[in-house]
Nanobody
């Protein structure tokens, strides 16, 4: 079992910046590919970004490409999502998730509880 805890969510103005963090105490963190997914209000959950175990393979949804950056620090068992120039349509509950293989879908084995991000215009 992998327990994931997100932090860093909150209210941000459009055009500002926000960094989400997701930590686990599990020492095998480096064995898992990680992803960020989100669920906007009234909509289905969607893929945002993914990073492989070593941090060398990264992929983004087209809607966030060029604005968001996913990264990981295996020494700290933490994955990050740097959100630059957020837009009101980025408002959502953001989830981090872990999987044995790299995934650009919603197919993840373990999920955090989610953190709310609200972007004001």
């Amino acid at each position: 079992q992998v327990q994931l805890v997100e932090s860093g969510g909150g209210l941000v103005q459009a055009g500002g910046s926000l960094r989400l963090s997701c930590a686990t105490s599990r020492r095998t963190f480096s064995h898992y590919a990680m992803g960020w997914l989100r669920q906007p209000p009234g909509k289905e959950r969607e893929f945002v970004a993914a990073i492989n175990c070593a941090g060398r393979t990264i992929n983004y949804a087209d809607s966030v490409k060029g604005r968001f950056t996913i990264s990981r620090d295996n020494a700290k068992n933490t994955v990050y999502l740097q959100m630059n120039s957020p837009k009101p349509e980025d408002t959502a509950v953001y989830y981090c998730a872990a999987n044995r293989i790299f995934s650009m879908s919603l197919e993840y084995d373990y999920w955090g509880q989610g953190t709310q991000v609200t972007v004001s215009s």
